[in-house]
């Protein structure tokens, strides 16, 4: 009797611990740098419904991503600016969720110099103050990419490519104009809109127009490392509620 005793105590004690495994539970997110306070806001929200789980976020741009992907990184959920990136991905069978839209993102041109004038929009650059324009590197992130595209259908990119910076990311592109180590540049709407970039002396912008560049559909996935783990899936379907669908607005994303 106390045999079986014994083996009932230890046995309720095993399943406690491994369903306390099961509750708690951890992913790691790669995101497109775009996104930085958009989708923190989005983790804390999340965290209030499911404080028991972790959220790791890395972000960067979307093409350093993608290779990290293809190498192997541990990443659980790939959010990309670019949604070709996540197509690529799952034709390759690294995101195993067949990619899904979450939004389309704007560029804006953007200074903290006092000479700025929205008004002008692209004439700006022309400006005899403007000495140094950053953008985010064409090569692998895809708001520089489009930041490009634009400068080119205005028939500007070849005379502003010598003062042009090139950030490795959104991110670092909206950092050197914050910080004034450009004079003015391009960058993603929502970080023109994040709360600790705008508060300066001048926060206008001016909203690049979207038949300028091709649209810059953004799109996220579970990957193959990510899909034995069921919050991967859990936080795949919270972010299409209606919460985040007002969180993105909120940060200038357009949504479907």
């Known amino acids: 009797m106390m045999k079986k005793m014994k083996k009932l105590i230890i046995g309720l004690v095993l399943a406690l611990g491994a369903s306390t495994t099961l509750w708690a539970d951890k992913i790691t997110v790669f995101a497109a740098a775009d996104l930085r306070f ?40 790939y959010f990309s600016a670019n949604m070709e990136f996540v197509q690529k991905l799952y034709k390759q069978g690294d995101v195993t969720t067949k990619p899904k839209l979450y939004a389309i993102g704007r560029v804006v041109i953007w200074s903290k110099h006092n000479k700025f004038n929205p008004e002008l929009g692209f004439l700006n650059f022309t400006q005899d103050w403007v000495q140094k324009i950053a953008i985010a590197n064409p090569a692998h992130a895809p708001y520089g990419e489009k930041a490009k595209q634009a400068l080119e259908s ?72 990510g899909s034995i783990k069921p919050l991967s899936k859990t936080f795949f379907d919270f972010f299409q509620t209606k919460d985040v669908n007002s969180i993105m607005k909120k940060y200038g994303f357009e949504t479907k």
């Open 38 to 77: 958009a989708l923190d806001e989005v983790k804390s929200e999340f965290l209030k419904q499911n404080p028991k789980d972790e959220l790791e976020m890395i972000y960067g741009s979307s093409g350093k991503g993608l290779r990290q992907i293809e190498n192997g990184a541990p990443y659980d959920i």
């Open 154 to 225: 205005m028939k500007m990119y070849k005379s502003i490519e010598s003062k042009l910076v090139l950030g490795e990311n959104i991110s670092q592109t909206a950092g050197f104009v914050a910080s004034q180590t450009a004079d003015i540049g391009v960058i993603a709407l929502s970080l023109a809109l994040a709360p600790t970039i705008a508060q300066t002396d001048n926060d206008a912008y001016y909203l690049i127009d979207a038949k300028l560049h091709e649209p810059l559909m953004q799109g996220y996935g579970i990957t193959k490392v």
